[in-house]
């Protein structure tokens, strides 16, 4: 999605600072083991993500527990007391992001949108027909599972913004099925709202990253996947998620770059 080249801040980092999400207030992660704090807190939704600008699969979790609508607590693994290695030690595959819920431990972004499906079966998460969820969990798996020119040659960096960006074959093949399946998609299935299955669902959330590094990249899309790419930079989970990148103090160099 091109952009201009002005040296004003990009429109998608324009936003006031972002609201709290309760936090663990300097709580060291060996009282968040304690029994008698997992009692006081049996039913909490916890989620452990790597961080807010480069970690789109952390994004995906974050803005499928927004959806729900239930309060919780969402913990920066590189900004605990203890050290990322401490958090990343309470994962079972020592990835991020991890929803605790309760006793319950679960990892990896597309089983934490199937379990927030599961526990809030009524907002919306999964379209409501049957073939469109069917459609929408082919569409998140192959994100899931598939794109890795795009994921390697372009990381996700929100802060970033990269005007003319070379991009390689294997990138534009990418691109191209991304933009095959979200043209299918809307012509099926998007007619009551701007997004994929017209109201924001799981799929518009796993590819939520795709459209930051669309803009990070300056792809250039055709206005009707224009127009849905906008739509997901102003949905407000989406600019929630945004401000906190904007903010956040963790730097990767291997995706600070310029090319």
């Excluded at 961080?51 to 994004?59: A, C, G, I, P, V």
């Excluded at 050290?83 to 990343?88: I, W």
Aim: charged share 20%; glycine share 6%; proline share 7%.
């Amino acid at each position: 999605m091109s952009r201009s080249k002005s040296r004003c801040e990009p429109r998608h980092l324009q936003h006031p600072k972002p609201r709290p999400i309760l936090a663990t207030e300097g709580r060291p992660l060996a009282e968040l083991r304690s029994a008698r704090y997992h009692v006081r807190m049996s039913s909490e939704l916890l989620l452990y993500v790597y961080d807010y600008n480069y970690s789109s699969w952390s994004m995906r979790a974050g803005l499928a527990l927004r959806q729900t609508g239930a309060e919780f607590r969402e913990l920066n693994a590189h900004e605990e007391a203890e050290g990322y290695a401490a958090v990343q030690a309470l994962s079972p595959n020592g990835r991020l992001p991890l929803l605790k819920h309760g006793t319950e431990w679960v990892w990896d972004s597309l089983a934490i949108g199937e379990y927030l499906a599961e526990l809030y079966p009524h907002v919306g998460l999964w379209p409501a027909s049957h073939t469109a969820r069917a459609h929408a969990r082919a569409m998140v798996a192959e994100m899931h599972s598939s794109f890795g020119a795009l994921r390697e040659m372009c990381p996700m960096n929100i802060r970033a913004h990269h005007p003319g960006f070379l991009k390689t074959l294997a990138v534009r093949r990418d691109i191209t099925r991304i933009s095959a399946m979200w043209q299918a998609c809307l012509d099926r299935y998007g007619g009551n709202g701007p997004f994929l299955f017209g109201s924001f669902t799981l799929a518009d959330a796993f590819f939520a990253p795709v459209v930051m590094r669309f803009t990070t990249y300056d792809v250039e899309l055709p206005p009707p996947l224009t127009a849905y790419a906008e739509a997901v930079l102003a949905q407000p989970y989406v600019k929630d998620w945004v401000a906190r990148a904007a903010l956040d103090r963790h730097v990767n160099p291997a995706d600070d770059f310029s090319r």
